[in-house]
């Protein structure tokens, strides 16, 4: 499979719609990017299970702006639309199946349930 470019109008449905997404921002005028996509790719392919997105920071800034993306590339990655991983730096092809082998392992209902536990905690410290 190969990668998917994502926009604003197409960012949360592809990762409310897709189990694990992948996601690379990252810019033309970036070299680590450049240097990067070819391992991205090389992932997409002996991956297609997982969708393996890319966001053009320069085309979408104001996604990028909403994802707090402050510099390129950084990698996000969602498991069951919830954000388990985000990072900036490009990774060799060893991390990048690391990430994908830990995403994959994640006990969804602990991240869930820890997600939980911190907002009820977030709650208890603001004024009443």
Not at 73 to 89: E, H, K, N
Request: glycine residues 4%.
């Amino acid at each position: 499979m190969t990668t998917a470019n994502l926009t604003h109008d197409t960012f949360a449905s592809t990762i409310a719609g897709n189990s694990i997404v992948l996601v690379d921002f990252w810019a033309a005028y970036c070299r680590p990017c450049h240097a990067f996509a070819p391992v991205y790719e090389r992932s997409a392919r002996a991956h297609p299970e997982i969708v393996h997105a890319k966001v053009d920071t320069q085309a979408e800034p104001e996604l990028a702006a909403t994802l707090g993306i402050r510099s390129v590339p950084t990698i996000m990655a969602f498991r069951d639309g919830v954000l388990v991983y985000s990072q900036a730096g490009a990774m060799p092809p060893a991390v990048l199946e690391n990430l994908i082998a830990q995403v994959q392992a994640l006990d969804m209902s602990a991240v869930r349930a820890k997600i939980a536990g911190r907002k009820a905690a977030a709650q208890r410290r603001q004024p009443a």
